[in-house]
T-cell receptor, first 110, second 114 residues
Framework: EDQVTQSPEALRLQEGESSSLNCSYTVSGLRGLFWYRQDPGKGPEFLFTLYSAGEEKEKERLKATLTKKESFLHITAPKPEDSATYLCAVQDHNTDKLIFGTGTRLQVFP | KAGVTQTPRYLIKTRGQQVTLSCSPISGHRSVSWYQQTPGQGLQFLFEYFSETQRNKGNFPGRFSGRQFSNSRSEMNVSTLELGDSALYLC?????????????FGPGTRLTVL
């Protein structure tokens, strides 16, 4: 059965303190892995799509990487405005369903 | 391009009532998916519609139903509401690019069942 596990559940960082969020997945066939950012009371905002192991994508202070079993979202020198819940999702090649993890709630303090 | 819109944004209903939520996808997107989000369960997939046909379905009871119109707009209906149906209901529209379906979410409808 397809499964997505994100860790840690919550992360508190000081402004400028770099860190990484983890997304481990089990899927019969990976069509793509997605990262989203969600602010309280709002819908998830698309960040990245990764297709195959070894791929990397960057956007401002965020960098996403992918291996055959997990993905990392690296946050370099975070700012308070990076505070949000970050969601990871995988799309199964056979069913086309998108399976979401429960997210990592990131808080960045000045 | 305008994003995904959902109406209404907030709803308060009582147990036993029914509710209909609406979603207008991004122009040109033919696929619409619905999710239920609760603090304990995260994002749970309800169903997906493509060209007016249900293409995928999650593990929700038959009280949850949906449909899609010829202009790709979609509605979901929940009948005989229960307290546990209180949640943020999210709609996402998508298109296939590079072999994957990138989903773009609306702001959601916050449903409270009393």
């Amino acid at each position: 059965e397809d499964q997505v596990t994100q860790s840690p559940e919550a992360l508190r960082l000081q402004e400028g303190e770099s860190s990484s969020l983890n997304c481990s997945y089990t899927v019969s066939g990976l069509r793509g892995l997605f990262w989203y950012r969600q602010d309280p009371g709002k819908g998830p905002e698309f960040l990245f799509t990764l297709y195959s192991a070894g791929e990397e994508k960057e956007k401002e202070r965020l960098k996403a990487t992918l291996t055959k079993k997990e993905s990392f979202l690296h946050i370099t020198a975070p700012k308070p405005e990076d505070s949000a819940t970050y969601l990871c999702a995988v799309q199964d090649h056979n069913t086309d369903k998108l399976i979401f993890g429960t997210g990592t709630r990131l808080q960045v303090f000045p | 391009k305008a994003g995904v819109t959902q109406t209404p944004r907030y709803l308060i209903k009582t147990r036993g009532q029914q509710v209909t939520l609406s979603c207008s996808p991004i122009s040109g997107h033919r696929s619409v998916s619905w999710y239920q989000q609760t603090p304990g369960q995260g994002l749970q997939f309800l169903f997906e519609y493509f060209s007016e046909t249900q293409r995928n379905k999650g593990n929700f009871p038959g009280r949850f139903s949906g449909r899609q119109f010829s202009n790709s707009r979609s509605e979901m209906n929940v009948s005989t509401l229960e307290l546990g149906d209180s949640a943020l209901y999210l709609c996402a529209s998508s298109f296939r690019n590079g072999g994957t379906d990138t989903q773009y979410f609306g702001p959601g409808t916050r449903l409270t069942v009393l």
